[in-house]
């Protein structure tokens, strides 16, 4: 879905699977790459702009999102202004499931995040990272 200038594009032979959930918001645009694959139930929700390369693969129940609320304190949450960051995936990156990658984040090419981790600083090319917070613990041969 599209809300005021916002655009979605999806590469051709993409798969995404039933329930994914993909917002574009603001002059955000969320573009996914040829031949990427998004799994069951996820989320990607963009009020900057979020890339994703070539052949991914997003397991299930991934939540990529690239806005936040404030917290300051004696104001609702619901009535602060909101923080944007652009999130840029690599190409032949894979999300396990339950992933969440946050706003303004890099993830290199190749890389691998684990099962319930949560992203919230760049990632390498080619590094495996695993956590929360997420945290490279090896790297692909």
């Known amino acids: 879905r599209n809300r ?4 979605i594009s999806i590469g051709d032979g993409c798969r995404i699977d039933h329930g994914v959930r993909m917002i574009a918001a603001r002059d955000a645009t969320l573009s996914i790459g040829s031949e990427s694959e998004i799994g069951l139930y ?3 929700n963009c009020g900057a702009n979020v890339t994703i390369g ?3 693969m997003f397991s299930g129940f991934t939540y990529i999102q690239s806005t936040n609320h404030g917290s300051k304190k004696g104001i609702p949450i619901k009535e602060q202004t909101q923080e944007y ?3 840029r995936i690599g190409d ?3 999300l396990g499931s339950h992933a969440s990658i946050l706003m303004g984040v890099t993830i290199g090419d190749g890389v691998i995040v ?3 981790s949560v992203v919230t600083k760049d990632l390498p090319a080619n590094s495996i990272a695993v956590g929360v ?3 490279v613990r090896g790297e692909r041969t």
């Open 133 to 135: 917070p997420a945290q």
């Open 92 to 94: 032949d990156v894979w």
């Open 54 to 56: 070539k052949k991914c």
């Open 85 to 87: 960051g652009p999130i």
């Open 4 to 7: 005021e200038n916002g655009a």
């Open 114 to 116: 684990g099962a319930k």
């Open 42 to 44: 996820s989320v990607l």
